[in-house]
């Protein structure tokens, strides 16, 4: 039988005629057809033209392959090109997402980078080292500028006795001598630095001195009430404050500010010497000297907290006696008992705060808040009223009694606790969000502690009403969100600072 000659494919006359709609390589060769991609493989194509095959796309359904006898349409073989031209993507952007774009520039330089690489660890210590001398440079400046610009003129004026002078500025002109020879020393270590040098030794020999911060910081609310008391009263210091804060020395700086550097200059160290021992390694020979430098500096630290907070208790103390009809000492509980420490000992905050009163007959909800004097103590809370002037003890609870809120409405109403005496409840609640926060805070941790101290039984219990309230808050309105002057936080937030967080969870 006469081999039978088989004409072109109508695809590969077409295909000569339209350039634009087409793309071709070694192996292959794309058609725009109906706005879809169909890729026709040479190879393919010579085989099959000896064999009488028509071209099969690797996209074509078996269906539509021809079997040994049949006929086919030409329109079968390849769908009708498309004269229209194909449209193009924006020059320079490719999809990332829904309507998301990203520059080929981008893209080409990220995988240039590869992943992105970790500073080096010598590098980061290198410059974490550098802020150190930097910010000491800057810390030295601020001693400087207060003890020759504004402390060493008034010792010759006669404008501030040496008894008001020593208040305001404390230990000042020590805490400049010292820091001198600190930054001297620190500096010849940096000029001299190498991947083997240290600096943990430096503050390891020298922190015994940050001691002397307790002093400032203690000091410290004395001395701005008197710098502050001092310029309003003395024309003469007033005038001289405001002319040497002009001084271009100063920066503009007041003198107020420039004192409140010492402060925060403790917690600066602990933090870059807790950066600088994070990238240095265990085999470098300044890590066992950094680590035992931050442990001092964190000593030194909790002590100057502590002392501050005495100071500051202290003067809490002596307000509120000026106040009182009736002395701690002489017993605040309704039996008069006289207790066997000092207020001191047992004081940790007062404020006013917002009680609602009712009895077991009443409605909780028609009860009237009225602001009263709430002294929080170690073991107790007492609540006190005004007689002529002077606060008097009414109520004295224990902490095992307070009772925390249980639902959310008593949450956004920044309900405290609540307590029973006889026949009469009581609401205590924050008047502010921020009061809310900081007397929150102190119970919490006071609870904790008393916890730890007291075995509490009964089924009013603080502690198996803390276990409801997490079970019954959890399980409906951890989602919900307390919303006040444009102040969101979420209830697990608000909870868990009264009440830390749920037996198995950690803080």
Same mark, same amino acid.
């Given at each position: 039988?006469?081999? @039978?000659?088989?004409?072109?494919?109508?695809?590969?006359?077409?295909?000569?005629?339209?350039?634009?709609?087409?793309?071709?390589?070694?192996?292959?060769?794309?058609?725009?057809?109906?706005?879809?991609?169909?890729?026709?493989?040479?190879?393919?194509?010579?085989?099959?033209?000896?064999?009488?095959?028509?071209?099969?796309?690797?996209? &074509?359904?078996?269906?539509? #392959?021809?079997?040994?006898?049949?006929?086919?349409?030409?329109?079968?073989?390849?769908?009708?090109?498309?004269?229209?031209?194909?449209?193009?993507?924006?020059?320079?952007?490719?999809?990332?997402?829904?309507?998301?774009?990203?520059?080929?520039?981008?893209?080409?330089?990220?995988?240039?980078?590869? /992943?992105?690489?970790?500073?080096?660890?010598?590098?980061?210590?290198?410059?974490?080292?550098?802020? @150190?001398?930097?910010?000491?440079?800057?810390?030295?400046?601020?001693? &400087?500028?207060?003890?020759?610009?504004?402390?060493?003129?008034?010792?010759?004026?006669?404008?501030?006795?040496?008894?008001?002078?020593?208040?305001?500025?404390?230990?000042?002109?020590?805490?400049?001598?010292?820091?001198?020879?600190?930054?001297?020393?620190?500096?010849?270590?940096?000029?001299?630095?190498?991947?083997?040098?240290?600096?943990?030794?430096?503050?390891?020999?020298?922190?015994?001195?940050?001691?002397?911060?307790?002093?400032?910081?203690?000091?410290?609310?004395?001395?701005?009430?008197?710098?502050?008391?001092?310029?309003?009263?003395?024309?003469?210091?007033?005038?001289?404050?405001?002319?040497?804060?002009?001084?271009?020395?100063?920066?503009?700086?007041?003198?107020?500010?420039?004192?409140?550097?010492?402060?925060?200059?403790? %917690? &600066?160290?602990?933090?870059?010497?807790?950066?600088?021992?994070?990238?240095?390694?265990?085999?470098?020979?300044?890590?066992?000297?950094?680590?035992?430098?931050?442990?001092? #500096?964190? =000593?030194?630290?909790?002590? #100057?907290?502590?002392?501050?907070?005495?100071?500051?208790?202290?003067?809490?103390?002596?307000?509120?006696?000026?106040?009182?009809?009736?002395?701690?000492?002489?017993?605040?509980?309704?039996?008069?008992?006289?207790?066997?420490?000092?207020?001191?000992?047992?004081?940790?905050?007062?404020?006013?705060?917002?009680?609602?009163?009712?009895?077991?007959?009443?409605?909780?909800?028609?009860?009237?808040?009225?602001?009263?004097?709430?002294?929080?103590?170690?073991?107790?809370?007492?609540?006190?009223?005004?007689?002529?002037?002077?606060?008097?003890?009414?109520?004295?609870?224990?902490?095992?009694?307070?009772? %925390?809120?249980?639902?959310?409405?008593?949450?956004?109403?920044?309900?405290?606790?609540?307590?029973?005496?006889?026949?009469?409840?009581?609401?205590?609640?924050?008047?502010?969000?921020?009061?809310?926060?900081?007397?929150?805070?102190?119970? $919490?941790?006071?609870?904790?502690?008393?916890?730890?101290?007291?075995?509490?039984?009964?089924?009013?219990?603080?502690?198996?009403?803390?276990?409801?309230?997490?079970?019954?808050?959890?399980?409906? #309105?951890?989602?919900? =969100?307390?919303?006040?002057?444009?102040?969101?936080?979420?209830?697990?937030?608000? $909870?868990?600072?009264?009440?830390?967080? /749920?037996?198995?969870?950690?803080?």
């Amino acid at each position: 039988m006469p081999e @039978i000659q088989r004409t072109k494919n109508p695809s590969e006359t077409m295909r000569t005629k339209n350039h634009d709609a087409e793309t071709s390589d070694q192996d292959g060769e794309k058609h725009v057809t109906a706005g879809k991609e169909e890729i026709v493989d040479h190879k393919n194509a010579e085989r099959n033209e000896a064999t009488g095959e028509p071209p099969v796309s690797p996209t &074509r359904s078996p269906s539509t #392959i021809r079997k040994p006898g049949s006929t086919i349409s030409p329109p079968a073989l390849v769908s009708k090109i498309t004269t229209q031209p194909k449209q193009s993507k924006p020059v320079g952007t490719v999809k990332v997402g829904a309507g998301n774009t990203k520059s080929l520039a981008q893209k080409f330089q990220q995988s240039d980078a590869g /992943p992105e690489r970790k500073e080096d660890p010598e590098l980061k210590r290198t410059h974490i080292v550098k802020e @150190i001398q930097f910010t000491e440079k800057n810390y030295l400046n601020v001693l &400087r500028n207060v003890v020759e610009e504004f402390l060493n003129p008034l010792y010759t004026a006669d404008i501030l006795s040496p008894e008001l002078i020593s208040t305001v500025f404390g230990p000042m002109e020590s805490l400049y001598e010292y820091h001198q020879g600190f930054l001297k020393s620190l500096s010849s270590r940096v000029e001299a630095w190498g991947p083997s040098q240290k600096i943990g030794d430096l503050f390891l020999d020298k922190t015994d001195f940050l001691v002397i911060y307790s002093e400032y910081a203690n000091n410290f609310n004395t001395a701005m009430y008197t710098l502050a008391e001092q310029k309003e009263k003395n024309r003469l210091f007033a005038n001289f404050v405001k002319t040497v804060e002009q001084n271009p020395m100063v920066k503009m700086q007041d003198l107020g500010s420039l004192l409140i550097e010492p402060i925060q200059r403790i %917690p &600066r160290y602990q933090m870059l010497l807790k950066d600088l021992l994070k990238n240095t390694t265990p085999s470098h020979p300044d890590q066992a000297n950094i680590t035992k430098a931050l442990e001092k #500096i964190e =000593t030194i630290a909790s002590y #100057i907290n502590e002392e501050k907070r005495k100071a500051e208790n202290k003067e809490a103390i002596d307000c509120l006696n000026d106040r009182l009809a009736v002395k701690y000492e002489e017993g605040w509980n309704k039996a008069g008992d006289k207790p066997t420490t000092s207020l001191e000992d047992q004081y940790l905050k007062d404020g006013q705060l917002l009680v609602a009163k009712w009895t077991s007959n009443g409605v909780k909800d028609n009860a009237v808040k009225s602001l009263k004097q709430i002294v929080l103590l170690k073991e107790s809370v007492v609540l006190f009223s005004g007689k002529s002037g002077k606060l008097v003890p009414k109520h004295s609870f224990s902490l095992e009694a307070l009772q %925390p809120p249980t639902d959310i409405h008593e949450i956004k109403q920044w309900v405290l606790f609540q307590c029973t005496e006889g026949k009469h409840s009581f609401q205590v609640s924050a008047p502010s969000l921020a009061e809310y926060r900081a007397w929150s805070v102190l119970l $919490r941790n006071t609870i904790k502690i008393f916890k730890t101290s007291v075995t509490m039984t009964g089924p009013d219990s603080l502690m198996k009403q803390m276990e409801s309230v997490h079970s019954s808050i959890l399980e409906g #309105i951890l989602d919900s =969100t307390i919303s006040h002057s444009h102040t969101k936080r979420k209830v697990t937030d608000v $909870r868990d600072m009264f009440f830390g967080p /749920p037996q198995g969870e950690t803080e």
